[in-house]
Every structure is written in structure tokens, then in C-alpha cells.
């Protein structure tokens, strides 16, 4: 027969096992967070790139980015470069677009757009056969300004980013490979990390519009020294 918790305080009961909930202030949960990841984290981290794998930790509670998350040389030092120069971040989703924290992107003269909802980018796509996302790439690449790309969902923009880069026609000053899936995700990944372009990359499998925005805002608040 299940048996219903009963709350008893700070304790919770449930069947034969005794749960103590933590109580925490609200401001001080997410520094409680990063504690406990801290502490669980079996491998040590280079201080560098430490803020961003904690960061994406944290919004995944996969504890596998530590070992995935890869970057190239120099990467975070190029993206830092960026922001403070006040550089536009494209991705592409809407919903890694509003992971992304506002108050700092304006805090740092930066803006963060998608261009994947834009009905040119929607009539390229339905006239020549490929993705939004493919062309939402192009379109990015003409627009003339610096660009960090993070990509969090469709490998045909990791894809097209390698593409056009190999071209000449595309070279953002950091991309963020993180899409998530099973058909050409690993080799959009495997593209990415034999350019020479800079990058943070999640290989494997995962990744996600949430690691996309979550890499963002770490190196935001890297940044804004934070």
C-alpha cells in the first residue's frame, strides 16, 4: 500500500526513508547551487573556463558537461574581447534568445537577436529547400557587424556557421556549438572543432537551447565581472 508523505517540519516522510529539506534563503540559492556542485565535481576544473561549466551544470544538473563541454584555444578570451566591444549574439531559437539575461546584455552595450521567426529568412528557406536556421546563417553573415553565434537546437546552423567560414564569407568572433539531438549533431560538433574558428562546443549529444543561454550569461557575467 503507498503511503502519503506527511510533512513534519523540515522532514518529509515517505515510506521508511526520512528526508530533510534544506532551508535556504531565496537569495541564496543559486550560491548554495554552485556549492553543492562544487563539491560533487570529481574532476578539477581550469579557472578560465570554470564559471561556464559550473554555469551550464547548473542549468542542467548533468554533471556529463564537465567532461563535454570543449574549447578551443583561447576561446573565452576571444568572447570576452567581444562583449566588452559590445558584440551582437545571434541564436537559434527565440527560446535561447530569452535565456539570455537582459540586464546584463544592456549593462555591456550588447543585444541579443534570432532571426529564426524573420519572413525573408522564412521565404529563403522555402524557396531554395534548406532550413530557417541554414538561412538564418546567411543572413546573419551579411549583416556586417561582430557576432558571437550560439546554437543550441539545429545542427544545420553549426553546420552552415563551418560552411560559410570555410568560404570566407562568415567569421563570428565565437560560436557556441550546443545543439541537441540525434541526426547530425555529433558531426555539426565535429565540424566546428576542426575549424579555426573559436568556439565552445558540447560534444556529444546534449546540449539545448538552455546550455546555449546558459554559456551565454556565464561569459556575460564573466564579463561584467560578476
Known sequence: MCKTPVSKGNFREKGDRILKTEYVLP???EKRSFEIIESELKARIPD???PIVL??????ADFDFADNLKFSENAVKHALEAIKSGVTIVTDTNMARAGINRAALEKLGCRAVCFMADEDVAKTASQRGITRAAASVEKAARQG?????AVGNAPTALIEICESAARGEFSPALVIGAPVGFVNVI???EMLVNTRLPYIAAMGRKGGSTV?????????????GR
Open 27 to 29: 537569495s541564496e540559492i
Open 48 to 50: 578560465e573556463i570554470k
Open 55 to 60: 554555469r551550464v551544470i547548473h542549468t542542467t
Open 145 to 149: 557587424f561582430p557576432v558571437i553565434y
Open 187 to 189: 558531426q555539426s560538433k
Open 212 to 224: 546555449a543561454a546558459a554559456i551565454v550569461n556565464a561569459l556575460l557575467y564573466m564579463a561584467g
